[in-house]
Every structure is written in structure tokens, then in C-alpha cells.
């Protein structure tokens, strides 16, 4: 076969290849036909791969620290050293999901949690830390009570462990704390055989 064929046969195969892929774009989000490797993403981690020390929880993994009690600062320093942020708690059912889990494990009433809402930006707006997002579900402690801004310096947000439950705090108060990962993802590279 001459140089000239073997071109054009290779640009036929890659013509064809490419129609295909872009058909499969639909369930395959991000492939790469420039090279010949195959490039898909999913959301989330393969049941067989161990995540210690997080746990899958629902939809999210978590780091639930079970000794350490250190101040918000320092959890959410923590947890972006896992290269994770201090969680966010966004509805009732990752809540409910999260104090299944912590009850299981034996975590008790007075087991206080940092998590990532924060009113340190301006007082009585609370966001949270991890995602910047306002936080629109909030199961404050007493409604009409909470959140009391205490003493005028409660600033930072912890849930209790065993009630769907949240409390402004002194960000300065020792407590264990919960880390989120960011939407983990898995990457699966295939060699494409041309
Ligand atoms: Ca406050
Ligand atoms: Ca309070």
C-alpha cells in the first residue's frame, strides 16, 4: 500500500471513529478524540475502591473526626489537608443520613460537630464556607432561640450528632468537626487501538 493509501485509509478509520464517538457523547461526557486514549469521567468513587478514611454516606463521603476536638479554623483547615472542606449539610435527608451514621458509630448527644455555615461575613447572613452558597436549610436549635449570636460573638455553625439540630457558636470553642469531599470523580482512560 502506498504512503498516499495508507494516509487516506487512516483518515477514513479516524473520520468513522470520531462519528462514532460523538454518538456516544451522550453517556461518555468528555471524550477525547485527538489522541488515542479515551477520556471518560463519573461522578463518584467504584464500590471497590477502599476510601478510608472517608465514608460514603448517601450521594457524599465523609470525614468524621472522632477525637480531636480543635476550633472551626483549624477543622477547616483540616479538612482542605485531605483536600476536603468542612461540610456542608444542604437538606434534611443528607442530615438524616449523616446522624443515622453518627448514632451507629455511637457518637452522643453532647458529640458537637463542626461544619462549614458562618455568619463571619456579615451577622445574621449565614453561608457556607465550602461552597459559598446561603444556607437554605437550616434546622436551628429552638427556632426562635437560635441563632442567638450568644454573648455577640457566635459566628461559626456545629449539628449535633444524634438530633437534626444546628447552633451558631464561638468559632473559638474546641469540637470535633465533619469533612466533605468535593464531588469525587473517576477517570477511566482507554487505549484506543486504531
Ligand atoms: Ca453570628
Ligand atoms: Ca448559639
Partial sequence: MSLEQTCRKLMIQGVVLAGVLGLARGYLPDVNIFTNYRTEVYNGIPSEIDTTPFVRIGDNYY???PVNKVNWFQAAGACRMMNAHLASIEDKAEMEALIKYMKAKGFKNNDYF??????????GAFYWLSNGRPMTYAPWNGPKQMPDNYGGNENCVHMFSTREMINDANCK????YVC?????KTFKFTYIKW
Fill in 173 to 176: 470553642i474546641q469540637m470535633l
Fill in 180 to 184: 466533605e469531599a468535593t464531588e469525587p
Fill in 63 to 65: 470525614y468524621i473526626e
Fill in 114 to 123: 463542626w461544619i462549614s455555615g458562618n455568619d463571619l461575613g456579615t451577622e
